[in-house]
């Protein structure tokens, strides 16, 4: 048993085990690391040596969806020139108090972010070219929006190939939503459930969100948000961090 229930046991009326916050990686694993690369450009006839060539066109189809969005959105896309100091929580935070917290796009953010990259590298002895790993910046955008099933969520696109996703969301909130729709009353205090009156159902509900819910909703957030995901045929992988 925890420490802790075992410690407060008398003060504790059950205890429901689910995600909290939760950040989700999305990889390409056509092009997700060097020799993955490697084999994409050469089936598609591109030399290594033009790989910031071919990566081009596709970060400004990215950044040209996202002005689009904005648009369609009536929004603006906030750029953050200083992130040192700067919450987005905080600044989202006040978006929703001025919008309401109904379903849709919240806010766009911009910023020039480190990004894995790749550089062409020739090999002095044999002539060989290859590509190796490198840490680059690009503009990533910050997608926040409520969702109807996970509340409070942001998608981050970078601009540059490999195109690595991050995608967040939290938990509680999620399953504070499927709680209210199922009819079962709770209480929450900030990000904390202090009461839920059916337990047992509650611990079902949390259980229910497995992988392949999670891959459906990252596969309709990337190809909103990543129109570029149509060009590798594999999809994303998932990796998931949870807290």
């Known amino acids: 048993m925890n420490p802790f229930v075992e410690r407060h046991r008398g003060e504790i009326s059950g205890v ?44 400004d189809e990215l950044r040209q969806n996202a002005e689009r969005i904005a648009a369609d959105a009536g929004l603006k896309i906030e750029f953050i020139r200083k992130s040192n100091g700067f919450r987005k929580e905080k600044r989202i935070k006040a978006i929703i108090a001025e919008r309401g917290d109904h ?75 499927q709680l209210t729709k199922a009819g079962i009353g709770f209480e929450m205090l900030d990000n904390a459930f202090v009461h839920i009156e059916n337990l047992a159902k509650a611990q079902d509900i949390a259980e229910s969100l497995d992988a392949k819910t999670l891959h459906e909703y990252l596969d309709r957030w990337a190809q909103d948000f990543c129109p570029v995901l149509g060009y590798f045929h594999s999809g994303y992988s998932l990796e998931l961090h949870a807290g």
């Open 103 to 177: 379903p849709g796009l919240v806010h766009i953010f911009s910023a020039m972010e480190t990004c894995p990259s790749y550089y062409p590298w020739c090999d002095t002895l044999d002539k060989s070219t290859s590509l190796k790993s490198a840490s680059s910046k690009c503009l990533h955008y910050y997608f926040y929006l409520i969702d109807e099933e996970f509340g409070l969520c942001y998608v981050r696109v970078p601009t540059w190939a490999p195109f690595r996703l991050q995608i967040y969301f939290n938990g509680h909130y999620w399953l504070a939503r």
């Open 16 to 59: 429901l085990s689910c995600f909290d916050r939760v950040v989700i990686t999305g990889t390409l694993p056509d092009i997700c690391y060097p020799q993955a690369m490697v084999g994409f450009l050469s089936y598609q006839g591109i030399r290594l040596f033009d790989y910031a060539s071919w990566a081009e066109p596709l970060r």
